[in-house]
């Protein structure tokens, strides 16, 4: 999570799915030695998102994977001073005009120095609910944030010792009363489910709270065990037991049921929202916009043209801040890594991110990138999607394909198939099929 001292207000960006999906490479049949005569489409868009990534910590809480450091001497000028440059260099490789919203803090300056930043620009700080953040809330409004997401995770006092959180349940309280002083209709609630020893008796009572307290949103992750995590660590050697699967299930669709109940909408498989509150910067990366991602360990997605390219490329920045901080010095930025994405790659984000959300994935987003091959080219005839149709959990149609609410509860057992499906017909143009997708030059 974030830790904010002086005037830097920044943050991470975290992608869940319920059961984290996980869909690899492995999956692909893209060869770039097969499709070396295509023509990938390129991105046309003039508008980006931006995400910057603050890599310090005050404690790592024993669930957190992140790309995080625990540092007790921090240059906090030199990190400012390197993630507004970053910044800078990025937004001019991107070439994009105009920035639709920001996941972070402190570099806006340089950011409409460089783009559009409308003033109805989505503006958020993710923050944890200990009382020295909060004490800030006033100075993070101040300088331009209109959207806080606070990283609650629990109202169970043990739970939070278990999870390794430096604030009480006291400390939340305080935050969200403050945050919906200061953001009204714009705070969002953080909250994990899944927790070691946790019931569904338990967590309807944690929900309960959580409604009486909170604003118009809500988010839900389930807690994934990462390997080389204290948690890991204590369930591996049976000091803590999580819950099996089919509790999981009933912790998610109480939470869902909860939520509704209560006026509440869910846009994503992990995101709720009343009153139109749902989260602009967060479906920019669900509809497959491009992204720029700045500081230690950020990715990004985004074709370089300021620098004359038209492809998306896949960007990571480096790991390391020490490292970040030498290279931005040098060279204005830090990018350790960029891949030009093959039209394959992009498809199947779309198919991956499209589908996380209630809309589902358009027709119109999807030929915008598939060289004009429809929805309804591609999924129509598959006997894999007419199954899961008739089982429920997908609806198809020419103009979009989405899952159904109770495939939103299984999606990470559906998405697999559905890139066989697409990797299947892209995979027919390349062996000369003209079925297959004939290759835009651009795409937005």
Not at 152 to 179: N, Y
Not at 210 to 233: K, N, P
Not at 318 to 323: A, D, G, K, S, T
């Amino acid at each position: 999570m974030f830790t904010c001292n002086k005037n830097v207000f920044v943050a991470s960006v975290r992608i869940y799915s319920i059961r984290r999906l996980y869909v690899c490479k492995r999956f692909s049949c893209y060869s770039p030695e097969r499709n070396r005569n295509f023509s990938r489409p390129s991105e046309a868009a003039d508008d980006a998102v931006v995400y910057v990534h603050w890599p310090y910590c005050r404690r790592r809480c024993t669930y957190c994977n992140f790309n995080k450091y625990i540092s007790a001497s921090i240059d906090h000028d030199r990190m400012r001073r390197c993630l507004v440059r970053e910044t800078e260099t990025l937004l001019q490789q991107s070439g994009a005009t105009k920035v639709n919203s920001v996941f972070f803090g402190g570099v806006l300056e340089v950011i409409s120095q460089n783009a559009l930043l409308p003033t109805d620009a989505e503006v958020t700080l993710e923050a944890n609910p200990s009382s020295t953040e909060t004490d800030k809330l006033r100075e993070f409004k101040a300088a331009g944030i209109n959207r806080l997401s606070l990283g609650i995770q629990t109202f169970s006092p043990a739970d939070l010792k278990v999870l390794g959180r430096d604030h009480t349940v006291e400390d939340s309280l305080r935050a969200i009363q403050e945050g919906r002083a200061l953001f009204p209709g714009r705070l969002s609630l953080d909250l994990i489910f899944g927790r070691p020893g946790q019931t569904v008796q338990a967590w309807q009572g944690e929900l309960q709270q959580a409604l009486s307290v909170c604003d118009d949103h809500i988010s839900l992750y389930q807690l994934t065990l990462e390997r080389g995590t204290a948690l890991f660590t204590q369930v591996e050697h049976k000091h803590q037991t999580v819950p099996d699967p089919d509790t999981m299930a009933d912790l998610y669709a109480c939470a869902r049921d909860m939520l509704h109940a209560a006026g509440f909408y869910q846009y994503e498989v992990s995101n709720f929202a009343r009153n139109g509150a749902e989260s602009s910067h967060n479906l920019a990366y669900w509809r497959g916009k491009q992204y720029i991602g700045v500081g230690p360990g950020a990715h990004g997605r985004f074709a370089s043209r300021g620098g004359g390219q038209t492809l998306r490329e896949a960007r990571i920045q480096i790991l390391e801040p020490q490292h970040w901080m030498r290279e931005v010095d040098r060279l204005g930025h830090a990018t350790a890594k960029r891949t030009v994405q093959s039209q394959l790659d992009i498809l199947e984000e779309l198919v991956m991110m499209g589908l996380r959300i209630t809309e589902g994935l358009t027709n119109e987003r999807w030929q915008q990138f598939s060289g004009g091959a429809s929805l309804g080219d591609v999924f129509g005839t598959s006997q894999v999607v007419q199954g899961f149709v008739a089982a429920g959990l997908l609806e198809f149609s020419h103009s979009v394909l989405k899952a159904t609410r109770s495939g939103m509860a299984v999606l990470d057992s559906i998405i697999p198939d559905l890139l066989l499906v697409t990797q299947d017909f892209y995979q027919r143009y390349t062996q000369g099929d003209p079925t297959g997708p004939q290759v835009s030059h651009r795409a937005e």
